[in-house]
């Protein structure tokens, strides 16, 4: 076997083993530790190399599985389930699960039948596997989003709450002095008691707190958020300081993007696939990271 071949027969194990493991977590057995390139001796006292292991233990009985994954372009022999089943019949006591990519051979399918030997198939799902299931989601999006432009900007107004009448009266002068005490930036963001940001800046905050969906194109529309601890800092005279924010009131325009379409291939997000050989049934699916 050349230096390929082995890292591609590794990588397959590895899959194996990764897949098997979180079937076992998804099942709730999640103190089965799932293992690679195991050495287990024997009844007759030799050793045998496993593919992928594991046991657990339930209801006082100790469960073993052992795996023999072929990573082979062709369908397996009766030859390779021999071979299988003598190194279960040697360790005893456990199950053996056969993994392969493309198939098995009449003659090995039987043998393992009669024996109790499992067979699965692991590799990229082919047409024929598609058969019956969705491959493909085509989706028509009709984006409506706020407007946000020089003739229709968003406008966003704070109301305060102060903490304290002296807080209050210093509040009311300086809001008569300036009407946009406050003034709602884009790059603005809420803050707690502390003085510390709570919330993303503005620009990205608002736009999540709209029912755009609701309305019909144009405006302008009126959205209240109500607040509870919320602050930012304003100048009432003595320098800045926190100032409790219970609320604001959002005003925006409305406006329908072109459509465009979407389609979601599950070719590209499955990479791999388990199945039952006999049953032809999907156990797992793999995805593509």
Same mark, same amino acid.
């Given at each position: 076997m050349d230096a390929e071949m082995y890292a591609d027969a590794i990588e397959y194990e590895l899959l194996t083993q990764?897949?098997? &493991? #979180?079937?076992?977590? !998804?099942? +709730? /057995?999640?103190?089965? #530790? %799932? @293992? $690679? #390139? /195991?050495?287990? /001796? +024997? &009844?007759s006292g030799v050793e045998h190399q496993v593919d992928v292991y594991w046991e657990f233990k339930q209801a006082g009985i100790t469960h073993r599985v052992l795996i023999e994954c072929k990573n082979y372009a062709s369908n397996l022999t009766l030859e390779k389930a021999r071979n299988?089943?003598?190194? =279960? $019949?040697?360790?005893? *006591?456990?199950?053996? =699960?056969?993994?392969? @990519?493309? +198939?098995?051979?009449? +003659?090995?399918?039987a043998f393992c039948k009669h024996y109790g030997l499992v067979l699965k198939l692991l590799r990229k799902p082919t047409e024929v596997d598609w058969r019956g299931r969705i491959k493909e989601i085509h989706i *028509?999006? %009709?984006? !409506?989003?706020?407007?946000?432009?020089k003739t229709h900007p968003i406008v966003c107004k704070l109301y305060l709450r102060p903490s304290s009448e002296e807080q209050e009266v210093r509040l009311t002068n300086a809001s008569s002095q300036n009407p946009d005490l406050v003034h709602a930036t884009p790059s603005m963001r809420f803050l707690d008691k502390d003085g510390q940001p709570i919330t993303d800046e503005l620009k990205w905050w608002i736009p999540r707190q709209l029912n755009v969906l609701e309305h019909e194109d144009g405006g302008p529309y009126k959205q209240p958020v109500g607040l509870t601890e919320h602050y930012t800092f304003a100048d009432l005279g003595n320098g800045t300081e926190l100032v409790q924010v219970i609320g604001v009131v959002i005003e925006y325009y /409305?406006?329908?993007?072109?459509? $465009?379409?979407?389609?979601?291939?599950?070719?590209e997000t499955v990479s791999a696939i388990l199945k039952d050989f006999q049953s032809g049934e999907w156990e797992y699916v793999h995805r593509a990271s």
């Open positions: 990764a897949i098997y &493991r #979180n079937i076992l977590v !998804r099942e +709730g /057995v999640s103190t089965a #530790n %799932v @293992k $690679h #390139n /195991v050495s287990i /001796v +024997g &009844r299988f089943f003598a190194l =279960i $019949h040697d360790i005893g *006591n456990c199950v053996g =699960i056969m993994v392969t @990519k493309t +198939g098995y051979q009449s +003659g090995a399918a *028509n999006m %009709v984006p !409506r989003v706020p407007v946000s432009n /409305v406006e329908t993007l072109p459509s $465009h379409q979407v389609v979601i291939d599950a070719t």
